[in-house]
C-alpha cells in the first residue's frame, strides 16, 4: 500500500538549523496525522488458526526499525566456567521456541499485523557452534552481525568454544521482546538445559501472549478506558552538542563496553541507599556529568535525556505472562550547573524521578499503544520507511545528539547455571539506533556492572565512545571516594 499524502514543499538539506528539521518534521507529521483521520483502516481478519497470535503497538514500533532506524536486536553474552554439551543446547533452544511460541514465529505485514508460526523450525539452526583460538575476535563478528528480519528466527544463539571455556552468545529480536523478556529468555534457556541435562527431559507448556498484560496493568493504573487517554509520550525538547560524521554504514555496527571493577557495585548500591537514591539514579547522574564535560552545553539550559521504564512494574510480582515488549519512557531534565559536585547532581536527579515515580511513569506508552493499534498499520509502515528516507538525508553530518539511558538491571539475582557449569560473567549489547540518538544500556550480574553503546560504523569513533564510558565510569567510581 501506498502512503499518499502531500508533503511540505520545504527542502532540507544537511547542514540546516535543527529548528528548520523540526519544522519540516512536524509538517510532515501533520500531513501523515490528516491522511490516516480521513478514513477508518480497512481491517482484515487475521487467520484463525492455533498457528497466529496478534502483535500489538509494542511490537509494531520495534518492527518497523528495520527500514533504517537501527538494527533493534538485543544481545547477550554470557561466559561459563566450562563447556556446554552443544547438542542438549541445541536441543534446549529448539524446545525454548515451543514454550515461547513467538520466537518461532514470523512477524506479518497484515492490516492488523501477526504473528505467525514459522513451518521450517525443525530443519533451522537455531543454533550454531564455532571452535577458535580467539575468542573475541569470533564474539565480536558474531555481535556485530546483524538479524536477517526475513530470514532469521526471533531468536539465535552462538557457542563460541575456545580451550575449556565456553561463551554462549543469544540475540532476541527487538520486534518480539524488549529487555526484561530478554532476562528471562536467559533464564528459560538456562532451566530447560539443566532439565535435559539432569532428567533427559523437558516438556515445555506454552506461553500465552495476550491482552491480560495489559488489563492487568490498566486495573492497576486504574484506567477503564486507555484508548480514550488523551496524554502523550513525552519526547526530547533539547538535544546535545555532538558532531557525527557523513555516512555511517547501518549494516556495520561496532560496540564498546566498559564494566566497573568486582565489588563497586556494592559500594554503589550502600552510597546510594543511604543518600535515598536508587542505583539507577547514580547511572543517570554519571551520564549526565559525563555528557556535561564532554560536550559542553550551556549553563543553565534543561538538557533532555530519555530514561526507559519496565511497565511489568504495574503487574503482579514485576512478571508478564509471556515474553514480550512491554517498556516504555520519560524524559529527564537536568541544566548544567557551574562548579556542581556529583552529590548535588545526584540530588536534583532523585527528586526528578520520584516526582515522576510519583505519577506512573511510562504509563504513556500504554496508553498510546491503545490507540496506535486502531491505526492503519500499512500507512503507519508506509510511513515510517518514508520518515526513515528523510532522517537519512538530515541525520548525515549533524552536530547534535539525544541520548537516552535503559538500565536493565540486575540479570540474575543467583548464578545462572546450565546444568554443572555456571555462568561467571554476562552482560548485555544494546540495540543500536540511528544518529543523531544514541542508547547507553547498563546492565549488572555476579557483582560487576557492565555498560555498553553500540553505533553505525563511520557515524562516529570508537575512541570518542571509549571516552564517554570511561568518564561515566570515572564518574561513578569517584562519587564513592
Known sequence: MKLKFKSPKTKIQPSKDLSEIRSYYKKISKSFTKQINMNNPTYNAIPDSTDVMPAYAHDYGNYVARYGMGNFQIQVVMKLDGKLDFD???????????????????????????????????????????????????????????????RDFMVKVKLIRSGENDTLVVKLNHTCSDGAGTKDYIL??????????KDGIYVPKPSVRSRADHEKAFKVLGIKHPELDPSVVESPKTVWPFHWKCGGEKDITPFVI????????????????????????????????????????????????????????????NKAEAIRNFSGGVVLRIARLFGEPFE????????????????NPGYQSATGAERAEKMDFLKYLAFSKFMSKTSEVTSQNCNFCSPGLSNVGIISKSPIKFGENAVSEAYFIPPVVRPPAFLLVASSYNGIMTLAV????????????????????????????
Open 88 to 150: 542438549m543446547l541445541s536441543r534446549a533452544v529448539r524446545l525454548s521456541v515451543d514454550a515461547e511460541p513467538v520466537l518461532g514465529c514470523k512477524f506479518v505485514e497484515h492490516n492488523p499485523p501477526y504473528f505467525k508460526r514459522r513451518e521450517d523450525i525443525d530443519n533451522s539452526k537455531l543454533c550454531i557452534m564455532e571452535e577458535t583460538e580467539n575468542t573475541e575476535e569470533a564474539l565480536h563478528k558474531f555481535l556485530e552481525s546483524p538479524l536477517d528480519m526475513d
Open 188 to 197: 528459560l534457556l538456562s532451566h530447560i538445559y539443566s532439565c535435559l541435562y
Open 258 to 317: 566498559c564494566q566497573l571493577p568486582n565489588g563497586q557495585l556494592d559500594i554503589l548500591s550502600k552510597y546510594a541507599k543511604e543518600r535515598g537514591a536508587t542505583l539507577n539514579d547514580l547511572i543517570l547522574t554519571a551520564f549526565y556529568r559525563a555528557m556535561f564535560k564532554l560536550t559542553n552545553p550551556p549553563y543553565g539550559i534543561p538538557m533532555d535525556m530519555g530514561v526507559t521504564i519496565d511497565l511489568r512494574r504495574y503487574l503482579p510480582d
Open 344 to 359: 548535588g547532581t545526584l540530588m536534583r536527579v532523585k527528586s526528578i524521578m520520584n516526582r515522576k515515580k510519583g505519577k
Open 454 to 481: 553500540g553505533y553505525y560504523k563511520g557515524a562516529t569513533s570508537k575512541s570518542k565512545i571509549e571516552k564517554l564510558l570511561n568518564k561515566i565510569k570515572s564518574e561513578l567510581m569517584e562519587c564513592c571516594n
